[in-house]
C-alpha cells in the first residue's frame, strides 16, 4: 500500500485532490484489512484516474 501513498501525494501536488483522496481512501481500507470496502474504493479510484487522465488529456488539447 506504500504506491497508494505515492499515488495520493503525486496526485495532490499536481492538483488532482479527488483522486489523492480517493488513493488515501483505499490505503485506509487496506491498512483497516476491510477487503469490501477495498474493493469498492478500488472500483473508485479507477473511474476516478480515468476521468483525471481524461482531463489531463484535454488540457493537452488547449493552446495558450
Known sequence: HQSLGCLAE???????RGLARVAHDVQCCVED?????????LARLARSGERSLA???DLQDVSI
Open 10 to 16: 503525486k496526485a495532490d501536488f499536481i492538483g488532482l
Open 33 to 41: 484489512a476491510d477487503p469490501v470496502a477495498e474493493a469498492a474504493t
Open 55 to 57: 482531463l489531463l488529456w
